[in-house]
């Protein structure tokens, strides 16, 4: 009964460094996502997916990038990490044609320092 | 540019009352609504979906949508504590199951006074 896993929950980097934070679902779902939410804010869509081998931007893509090699993987890289990259990350799946009832993972807190 | 607008409060209600929160939308296509609870710390859920004008209940949940004004609200009657947290209103912005992801708003925070 897993649903989707991210990990690790909690990361701190400082300028410069790279990361990738991983995301897991076992609910067989072809459509997934990564979301940012900032303090205050709602959530912001990185990037998503629509089946293994299709990665598309959402509305803040600058900074990271993912890749679905398989169903169930949809990993994010930051690539030289920055301050204004501090934020919670919520990866996110959904299936069939119901794109609305989005299932989330728990969250991965970073901070860039 | 979507926008999804929402007072983001806080709106503080007392217990056992009606607590009303708003949204509108600004892509007149938008086709599918969504109502999620986020409680502090913790990810966004799925309470309410609404498709289509007028109103659907769930519990102590009403969803209502007037795609004329575009315009989205979720009722909450009977008001607990535990429905203290975070309304984030999101739209699907195309028709039949779009892919790229809901648009969220910033959500409002409800405080229900015991």
């Known amino acids: 009964n897993a649903g989707v896993t991210q990990t690790p929950k909690f990361r701190i980097l400082k300028i410069g460094q790279s990361m990738t934070l991983q995301c897991t679902q076992d609910m067989n779902h072809n459509y997934m996502y990564w979301y940012r939410q900032d303090p205050g804010m709602g959530l912001k869509l990185i990037y998503y997916?629509?089946?293994?081998?299709?990665?598309d931007k959402g509305e803040v893509p600058n900074g990271y990038n993912v890749s679905r090699s398989t169903t169930e993987d949809f990993p994010l890289r930051l690539e030289l990490a920055a301050p204004s990259q501090t934020s919670v990350y919520f990866c996110a799946s959904t299936g069939g044609d119901n794109t609305g009832e989005l299932f989330f993972g728990e969250g991965s807190r970073l901070t860039v320092l | 540019q979507k926008e999804v607008e929402q007072n983001s409060g806080p709106l503080s209600v007392p217990e056992g009352a009606i607590a009303s929160l708003n949204c509108t939308y600004s892509d007149r296509v938008s086709q599918s609504f969504f109502w999620y609870r986020q409680y502090s710390g913790k990810s966004p859920e799925l309470i309410m979906s609404?498709?289509?004008?007028g109103d659907k209940e769930d519990g102590r949940f009403t969803a209502q949508l007037n795609k004329a004004s575009q315009y989205v609200s979720l009722l909450i009657r009977d008001s607990q504590p535990s429905d203290s947290a975070t309304y984030l209103c999101?739209?699907?912005?195309?028709?039949?199951?779009?892919?790229?992801?809901?648009?969220f708003g910033k959500g409002t925070h409800l405080i229900i006074q015991p």
């Open positions: 997916s629509v089946g293994a081998g299709i990665t």
């Open positions: 999101a739209v699907n912005m195309y028709s039949g199951g779009g892919a790229d992801g809901l648009t």
């Open positions: 609404i498709y289509s004008n």
